[in-house]
Nanobody
Framework: QVQLVESGGGLVQAGGSLRLSCTAS????????VAWFRQPPGKEREFVAN????????DYANSVKGRFTISRDNARNTVYLQMNSLKPEDTAVYYC???????????????WGQGTQVTVSS
């Protein structure tokens, strides 16, 4: 059974850093784009970042540009989201998902992880 598993979430003070990981089990990320989305409390799920299979294509939401970095290690079947200079408004459940193309639309991604909580205190 295919699963995506996120890890690395937690509680951090504003200005701090966290690194999220997303690992695929049961099937690799081969030829798949991967994205991170987040859902803040009481709000809709929103796009954070995506990366194409070869990592040539990378895109970020404006709200995280310059602070977050998405990367992938295909040999380890893992995608990372390095989050620096965290702000309280980054508090959310963060999800990884994979699909055919690196888009910003959640509906284009067919497999999702269970999410990991990130809480940034002020």
């Amino acid at each position: 059974q295919v699963q995506l598993v996120e890890s690395g979430g937690g509680l951090v003070q504003a200005g701090g850093s966290l690194r999220l990981s997303c690992t695929a089990s049961g099937r690799t990320f081969a030829n798949r784009a991967v994205a991170w989305f987040r859902q803040p409390p009481g709000k809709e799920r929103e796009f954070v970042a995506n990366i194409g299979w070869s990592a040539i294509w990378i895109d970020y939401a404006n709200s995280v540009k310059g602070r977050f970095t998405i990367s992938r290690d295909n040999a380890r079947n893992t995608v990372y989201l390095q989050m620096n200079s965290l702000k309280p408004e980054d508090t959310a459940v963060y999800y990884c998902a994979d699909g055919i193309l690196p888009t910003t639309r959640s509906g284009d991604y067919s497999r999702w992880g269970q999410g990991t909580q990130v809480t940034v205190s002020s």
